[in-house]
């Protein structure tokens, strides 16, 4: 038997493809099913028929059932939702917090349980002192209308126009929700509070050139501020965009910050200069005092090595003293004679002194003619 002989005699009926559509079949089949005016069976004549007693609370029990159905319907098709990636969902049970459900399919009571979905994962962001409004890689901003942000007062009474930005991202869904009406508004509020305390106990030049450390003290204390309230977010980033005197005063400023810069630079080649120098003199010092201690110690070493040479010989001497008197001549002989050139032999009568003997070596052996035979001596 083909699939077509199995089919019902009054045909198949196209299911509904929608809830849409479930919900209007049903409708139509209960309206059916309650109507007075249903047609007789073969066309008969209804006069034949005993005419029924009209009931006022009919029409209102089918309306009870329609909306009982359509009730139980919705609490079905509400009972199951989804959560995205990305996102958390805050479960109320009569008006109480139930519990925090993690991304994907879940089940919740119908009409006792209210669903709330909380972005955990996006970072948001609070300008102030501009408004970007066209980001991308050439963006641009608008900064003329919100100077009231930016202006501030330094510790030394000077105004500085500071522009920042403050990211952040929920850390705690339920305080989120429930614990501040306008947490947008309340870190607004509060990180302009923080940041003119701060910038007001600073002064302008420091402000100036420490933006690093100026946007960690701001993240610090807004956080704890933040968590004091119990707003359940976390901040992320705290970024000074711009940090400038205000357009009235920028050319004395810069004015200023140029002979800075010139001061900067002249100092710059002071300490330049200095690092040449001074070093090089404190290592001549150095080795000026080193050398010093050298020559020390080389002067006492010879004195103490003349000492004892001195005592050795004294004792050689007092053991044998001719011995010791000729080998000391001997010894002092053989080295002064290399070094002679000539020799002269004196005499006691001898007013002036004769050359004697050439040791030059040059020409030999020069003896002089004696003036008197008996003076003439050679030693």
Sequence with gaps: MSNHDQQPPWGSKKKPQTPEEMVAQIIKKLQDFFSDH????????????????????????????????????????????????????????????????????????????????VDVESIRKEEFGFRQTSPGQRSSFARGEYEHESLMLTADKNVINVAWIVQYRVNNPGNFLFMVKDVRQAIRDLSEATTRRIVGNMDFDYVLSNRDLLAMSV??????????????????????????????????????????????????????????????????????????????????????????????????????????????????????????????????????PIPLLNLSGDKGLDFSTPQNDNQQRTK
């Design 38 to 117: 249903k047609k007789p069976p073969g066309g008969g004549d209804d006069g034949d028929k005993p005419q029924k007693s009209f009931n006022p609370f009919s029409g209102i029990g089918k309306i009870l059932a329609v909306v009982l159905v359509i009730l139980v319907f919705q609490g079905v098709m509400s009972s199951i939702y989804k959560i995205t990636p990305g996102e958390v969902g805050v479960i109320l049970r009569l008006g109480k917090y139930n519990k925090t459900t993690e991304p994907g399919l879940h089940l919740k009571i119908p009409y006792f349980d209210k669903l709330f979905k």
């Design 219 to 352: 993240k610090n204390e807004l956080q704890a501020q933040l968590n004091n309230i119990r707003a359940g977010v976390g901040i992320g980033t705290v970024q000074f965009q711009d940090i400038n005197p205000p357009e009235p005063v920028k050319p004395a400023f810069n004015e200023v910050n140029e002979a800075d810069q010139d001061m900067k630079r002249l100092v710059n080649q002071a300490e330049e200069q200095y690092n040449k120098v001074i070093p090089k003199a404190r290592g001549q010092a150095k080795q000026i005092i080193e050398e010093s201690y050298g020559y020390a110690a080389k002067r006492v070493n010879n004195a103490k090595g003349e000492t004892g040479r001195f005592l050795d010989i004294l004792a050689e001497y007092a053991n044998a003293p001719d011995v010791t008197r000729k080998r000391m001549y001997l010894e002092t002989m053989q080295e002064i004679i290399p070094t002679v050139r000539s020799v002269y032999v004196l005499d006691k009568n001898q007013q002036t």
